[in-house]
């Protein structure tokens, strides 16, 4: 499985991106999905979770300015995430994690997009 992430980019504050994540060759085996990001000097940080269910989680400091969503037609995890903050500047990766019956319950990361909010 491999998955790739895009749409992240240059944003001035207050402005919107939606990053996507491609899973090849399928999503609809994997019990969650959802990115990370990791800030320079810090570590990397959960921003949103989205289950095979539906179930959503976020991190507090996105709650209200970000939407995940997965649409399995297209094997593509979104996150929208509006009214961006300098402070949400990083490097998001997308992961994805099988049930325990499949791989052990491994989790897949997809290579990093770049966010960059100027102030």
């Known amino acids: 499985v491999q998955l790739q992430a895009s749409g992240g980019g240059l944003v001035q504050a207050g402005g919107s991106l939606r990053l996507s994540c491609a899973a090849s060759?399928?999503?609809?085996?994997?019990?969650?999905t959802g990115w990370f990001r990791q800030a320079p000097g810090k570590e990397r940080e959960l921003v949103a979770t989205i289950t095979n269910g539906g179930g959503t989680n976020y991190a507090d400091s996105v709650k209200g300015r970000s939407t995940i969503s997965r649409d399995d037609a297209k094997n593509t995890v979104y996150l929208e995430m509006n009214n961006l903050k300098p402070d949400d500047t990083g490097v998001y990766y997308c992961y994805a994690k099988y049930p325990l019956y499949l791989s052990n319950g491994r989790t897949v990361w997809g290579l990093g997009t770049q966010v960059t909010v100027s102030s």
């Open positions: 060759p399928t999503i609809s085996r994997f019990v969650a």
